[in-house]
C-alpha cells in the first residue's frame, strides 16, 4: 500500500484475524497502531474455526470476487513465507450432496464463474482424495475443489502481530472490556477495560460477535444472524487427511499437529446458551461429530475427542461482510463478517489503506454497514428472507 498522508493513531479493538490483519497492514504502512483485546490474542471465533479457505458454491459476484482476492492474498503470503506452510494449505477440499439433494447446479455455477471445480465420480474418489471414504459420497459423485484449503489461525495471528510490532505497533492483550471512547459524535480513542483512556484519532471496531451490542450500544443497530456454534478438536490421529471435507453430516479439517477439527450445522443447532452467557455441547453431538467423521474418511479411523471449542460465530443479518466506516461517527470503522478466515488478509488490507488514505475501496463498496437501515431491529431484517445462505463456513 502507498500513503502519502500522515501517520495517524489507530486503535483496532480485538486480537481476532479481522484485527490482527488489520493492525498488522496500518503499522506495514507506517501508521502509529495500538491493538488492543480482552484476553490473550486469538481468543475468539479465529481458535475454533473450520477455517476453510473457499469461495465454493452460489454467491453474488461481488462477494466472490472479493473471496477470489482473499485466497489469492493467502498463495501470496505462503510464497513469500515458506514457515507458513505449516498451517496455511491449499491441499483441495472435496463436498457431496445429502439425500434428496444434488450439487448439480452448485458445479454448473461454480464453472461458469470459472471457479476451480471438478466433478468427481465414486469411482474416481480413491485417486482424487485418497483420504476421503469412497462409499460416503454420493451416489451422484462429488465436488473437487483443487484450490481450495484451509488456516489455522492460532499460528497465524501470532505471525501478523509480531509483523505489526516490528514495524511498531504496540499490542495490549488483557485489556478487559475494551469500548469506544466517542466524544460529539467522534472517536476519541477507547476506554479499557480498567478505565484507562487511550487517545486515537480512528478506532477500528473488530470484535467479532460482540460487534453488534458493541455498536448498539453507540446507537447503531446492525442486522445480526450470529449463532452459538461450536468445533469439536480431535486427538491426534495416525492416518493422513489432507483434503477438507465439507460433507451432509460433517466439515473435517486437519490442524498442524495431526489432529482432525470437525463441525456441522445438525451439531451447532444442539449447542445451549446456559443463562449466564457460557455455552453447553451435548456429549451426543460430541460422539455424533466423531461418529460421522470416521464414516466419510478413508479406513474409517476411530477417532477420540481433545477439546470443544464453543462461542459465538460472527454472521451478519445477510450473511455479507460489513466493513468500513460507522456513518453516525467519524472516525470509527467495524469489521464483522463470517469467513473471515477466508477474507482476514484482505479485509485487513483495504481497511488500512482507506483509513490511512481517505479513499474509499471500490472491492468494499457493496460490503458497507449503510446498506442497511441501521434503525431497524436486527430479528425484522433477518426475517425478510433476502438472503438464503448456501452454506456457513
Ligand atoms: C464453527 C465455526 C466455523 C467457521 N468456519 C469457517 C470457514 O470454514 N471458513 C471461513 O473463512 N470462516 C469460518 N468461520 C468464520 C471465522 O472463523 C470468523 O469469521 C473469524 O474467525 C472472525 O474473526 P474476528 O477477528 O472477526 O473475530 P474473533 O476471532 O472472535 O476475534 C474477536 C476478538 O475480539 C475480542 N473482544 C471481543 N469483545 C471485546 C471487547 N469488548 N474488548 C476487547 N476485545 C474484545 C475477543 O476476545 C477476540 O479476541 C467459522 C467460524 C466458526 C465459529
Known amino acids: 500500500m502507498s500513503s502519502t498522508a500522515p501517520a495517524k493513531h489507530v486503535a483496532v479493538i480485538g486480537g481476532g ?35 476453510w479457505l473457499n469461495s465454493s458454491g452460489a454467491r453474488t459476484a461481488e462477494y466472490h470476487y472479493l473471496r477470489m482476492l482473499a485466497i489469492d492474498r493467502y498463495r501470496t503470503w505462503s510464497a513469500h513465507h515458506p514457515e507458513s506452510r505449516a498451517y496455511i494449505r491449499f491441499d483441495g477440499a472435496m463436498k457431496w450432496a445429502g439425500d434428496n439433494e444434488t450439487f448439480r447446479d452448485t458445479f454448473a455455477f461454480e464453472r461458469s464463474t470459472g471457479y476451480h471445480s ?21 451416489e451422484e459423485g462429488a465436488i473437487y475443489n483443487p484450490g481450495e484449503g484451509w488456516l489455522n489461525m492460532p499460528d497465524f495471528i501470532p505471525a501478523l502481530v509480531a509483523d505489526a510490532v516490528a514495524n511498531g505497533a504496540e499490542v495490549l492483550e488483557n485489556a478487559g472490556d475494551v469500548r469506544v471512547d466517542v466524544q460529539d459524535g467522534a472517536v476519541a480513542g477507547v476506554i479499557l477495560g480498567d478505565g484507562t483512556r487511550l487517545a486515537a484519532d480512528q478506532v477500528v471496531l473488530a470484535t467479532g460477535g460482540e460487534v453488534p451490542a458493541q455498536l448498539a ?27 477438507v471435507l465439507n460433507t451432509p453430516r460433517v466439515a473435517v479439517r486437519p490442524t498442524p499437529d495431526g489432529r482432525l477439527v470437525l463441525d456441522s450445522d445438525w451439531a451447532e443447532q444442539s449447542v445451549i446458551v446456559e443463562d449466564d452467557g457460557s455455552f453447553t455441547v451435548p456429549e451426543e453431538s460430541v460422539q455424533g461429530l466423531l461418529d460421522e467423521a ?34 453516525a461517527i467519524t472516525g470509527l470503522h467495524v469489521m464483522f463478517t463470517h469467513s473471515g478466515a477466508t477474507l482476514g488478509l484482505i479485509l485487513g488490507e483495504l481497511l488500512a489503506e482507506e483509513i490511512l488514505t481517505g479513499a474509499s475501496s471500490p472491492v468494499l463498496a457493496s460490503f458497507r454497514l449503510d446498506r442497511f437501515d441501521t434503525g431497524v431491529a436486527a430479528s425484522e431484517a433477518v426475517s425478510t428472507g433476502a438472503w438464503a445462505p448456501v452454506n456457513q463456513n
Open 17 to 51: 484475524i479481522l484485527g490482527a490483519s488489520t493492525c498488522m497492514h496500518l503499522a506495514r504502512a507506517g501508521a502509529q497502531v495500538t491493538l488492543v483485546t480482552a484476553g490473550p490474542l486469538a481468543n475468539g471465533a479465529s481458535s475454533r474455526s473450520i477455517a
Open 118 to 138: 471438478v466433478w468427481v465420480e465414486r469411482a474416481d474418489v480413491a485417486r482424487i482424495a485418497p483420504d476421503v471414504n469412497a462409499d460416503a459420497v454420493a
Open 294 to 327: 470416521s464414516k466419510v474418511l478413508a479406513g474409517n479411523p476411530r477417532l477420540t475427542a481433545q477439546k470443544v471449542g464453543a462461542g459465538l460465530k460472527p454472521i451478519p443479518g445477510d450473511g455479507e461482510p460489513v466493513v468500513g466506516p460507522v456513518p
Open 217 to 243: 450500544a453507540l446507537g447503531v443497530t446492525i442486522p445480526d444472524a450470529t449463532p452459538a456454534a461450536f468445533v469439536l478438536f480431535t486427538d491426534p490421529i495416525d492416518v493422513e487427511v489432507k483434503t
